[in-house]
DNA sequence: TCATCTTTGTGCACGCGTTCACAAAGACAT
DNA sequence: ATGTCTTTGTGAACGCGTGCACAAAGATGA
């Protein structure tokens, strides 16, 4: 999961835990396509199973928002997705701009799943100059030093930053400095950002180092002797370097 | 932050905490970037703030891992970088595949995370027959028809699905039955898998929707009076219809 | 009006994760 | 050796999130 960075130390927004937030926009999904077949009402039970969580924590979620159920029956659903949407913000209209478009700034720009809720590609930028003015996604690519502009002509508060990693601070400062107080990261970098300022990130290969372990456990359940970590006591200084096996990982991903 | 979407009650595994797991990698990017400038040692308040993270979490965090520090010195960064890459399993090759090569697809066979670290893309696989043997990222992309031959030949076991949300679940379900254990998510969808097998989930969409709540939040929060959510007491019936907002959606439960 | 049946909304208990705060451990100087 | 100084490793307290289990609420039918 991306996660949220933010010093904001349990900001129980309006009463809504943050665990449910998060949560709000699959209930969503799984309501618009029950919305699409035309189903009138759904039960906690169904609901859950299709967003594939606990019926009594979807219930309690809920509960969050308000008595939106009848019981007996269950939740209406143009009612609750009404609701949700409104709850997340998304009845409003969101510019958004992505700084950076490589591979990933493209694919972001072209993904369907921006457009349809209620957020809108204000701008694509980019420091490279050969990139200002090609087209990509039916959007012409604006370059860097227009950024303050285009920010602030535009009202945006959200910026997707899919640089790369070393360029990502200085982009991010930028964005803030220029109004945006929300962030996308895609860059593999901590971010740092005044308060008020929200910052999520998707990282690629964190997600990956993660399956990596517990991949490895599946596999070395029986065979797994440990093979006791290299004694951390007497080491004066610079002194073993090198596991077990010999050498040490070759380098960083950009 | 993608989430991970295991049943697993509490798999302390092996007696690291899931959150963690997930941390290390961040930890791991840290001490590497520090390895590259050949310092030696870090103090854990010094590599916490690198990292963006408490420093009395990092320590109980390594502590999970043994005791690797030196007590008024602090940690060796090459010894903890190689525990690290150990504990995540990062000594060893992962063969990956990646399912789904449009633009997102392409992209993250484009990212040069994914080499770096353990990870190696040994094929490209999509449903289009036009696609097949055009290269992408220097690899040929693959038809569909290929998938259980190349899973089983290359011993993969871990799995990335960027195609589009409708196809997700039956390509999730073959690579499955081939041996995958372990699946990234990049389609917005739910994914249901057996026992055993780990599923993680990138989604675009949802984060965005996370950022606009608090976005709108902080938008509104001088001009809202928080109207209390609906004292849970004495609401007769389908009395108060209304969000604080003063006005009705579309319909309601008759 | 009353009885029955379904499903919500929530009180409660439990466990994980975070943070504080401090004792133990080692480095280093004298 | 002994003392001082730094930094680790961790015991303990606290708070959030989860899930159980049940009472309250409403629908429905006689």
């Known amino acids: 999961m991306a996660t949220g960075r933010t010093h904001r130390p349990a900001t129980r927004s309006r009463g809504i835990p943050e665990a449910t937030v998060a949560r709000l926009p699959l209930y969503l999904r799984a309501l618009t396509a029950l919305s699409e077949r035309s189903v009138p009402t759904v039960s906690s039970e169904e609901l859950a199973a299709a967003a594939g969580v606990n019926s009594a924590k979807l219930r309690k979620d809920f509960s969050y928002l308000g ?12 009612y609750l997705v009404y609701q949700i949407s409104r709850e997340l913000g998304l009845t409003q209209d969101w510019p958004v701009v992505i700084v950076g478009i490589g591979n990933l700034g493209a694919a972001l720009a072209n993904y369907g799943g921006f457009a349809s809720r209620g957020f809108r590609v204000a701008a694509l930028i980019d420091a490279d100059p050969a990139m200002a003015g090609k087209p990509v996604a039916g959007i012409a690519v604006q370059h860097t030093d227009e950024l303050e502009h285009i920010i602030e002509d535009n009202g945006v508060s959200i910026g997707v930053i899919a640089t790369p990693a070393g360029a990502a601070q200085q982009v991010c400062d930028r964005l803030v400095a220029a109004g945006v107080t929300s962030i996308l990261n895609f860059a593999p970098t901590v971010l740092t950002v005044p308060d ?6 998707v990282d690629l290969s964190i997600e990956l180092q993660i399956l990596a ?8 359940e029986d065979s797994v002797q440990d093979s006791g970590p290299p004694a951390p006591a007497a080491r004066t200084a610079a002194a073993d370097r090198k596991g077990p096996d010999g050498d040490v990982p070759a380098v960083m991903p950009a």
Chains 1, 2 share one sequence.
């Open 196 to 201: 008020g300022v929200d910052v999520r990130k």
């Open 67 to 78: 008595s939106y159920g009848t019981r007996g029956v269950g939740y209406d659903v143009e």
């Open 213 to 220: 372990f517990h991949e490895q456990r599946k596999a070395g």
